[in-house]
């Protein structure tokens, strides 16, 4: 199979013939429709941001494909089933694990860090980690649901828990940003978005920002925000 194969910090992706990896037991084999680009990618690559399995390692997890193969024991995955995978699984042996607290299990890992990735033709992954990716979503635009969607899914709605006629303010209005601003209009907020491009604030706009404020030529931005929210 090809896959973009990650050598080390400041050197570019080498797209490289590699063996096609075979599942094992409670493991499938995806074939991968769609990998995102995070930005946690770019700090590996530009920043030297070490990764836990030393390279060459494959980067890349926000994953979306089907299944192409199971190992031994896995009954609740066909092979041709479209699938999402979740940018980081846990253990399941850990106490948060058994305590249904994946999120925060102590041995934590990571598509594209502490295993191969999600920059390839095929990958591996624990079958009991994989989600169904519903017939109405496309698996390329999908791809990034698990992370860059659920990310501020969870600080909106989980922790936040915005309601109708609140007032959210985003800095920031990159991938995660924007996704923030959507999931935050889509809660009934007024949504206030700050960045430093007019162009990011103009899709903010469009995905639902009701005010935007251009921090580089705002002088005091929470002067701005006050204005806008009534002090609040």
């Not at 390279?55 to 190992?71: M, N, R, S």
């Not at 990034?144 to 909106?156: E, G, L, N, Q, R």
């Not at 936040?160 to 940003?177: L, M, N, S």
């Not at 959507?182 to 491009?197: E, F, N, P, S």
């Amino acid at each position: 199979m090809k896959a973009a194969i990650f050598h080390g910090p400041k050197k570019p992706l080498s797209i490289e013939e590699v063996p096609t990896p075979e599942p094992g037991p409670g493991e499938i084999l995806v074939d991968v429709a769609a990998c995102g680009v995070c930005h946690t990618d770019l700090h590996y690559i530009d920043h030297g941001v070490p990764t836990f399995k030393k390279p060459p390692v494959i980067l890349g997890h926000e994953v979306a494909g089907t299944v192409a193969a199971l190992g031994e024991g896995v009954t609740q995955w066909q092979e041709g089933d479209r699938i999402l995978l979740p940018a980081v699984y846990g253990c399941g042996q850990c106490r948060m694990c058994r305590e249904g607290r994946e999120n925060i299990c102590s041995q934590m890992i990571m598509f594209g860090n502490n295993v191969d990735g999600g920059y390839a033709e095929y990958m591996l992954a624990p079958a009991k980690d994989v989600l169904a990716m519903p017939e109405e979503i496309p698996l390329i635009e999908g791809s990034i649901i698990a992370d860059a969607v659920t990310t501020p899914y969870h600080a909106v709605v989980n922790r936040g828990q915005v309601k109708p006629g609140d007032q959210v303010v985003v800095f920031g209005c990159g991938g995660i940003g924007l996704n923030l601003v959507q999931i935050a209009a889509a809660q009934g907020a007024r949504v206030i978005a700050v960045d430093l491009m007019d162009e990011k604030l103009d899709w903010a706009r469009e995905l639902g920002a009701h005010e935007t404020i251009n921090a580089g030529e705002t002088e005091r931005v929470d002067k701005a925000i006050r204005k806008l929210t009534g002090g609040g």
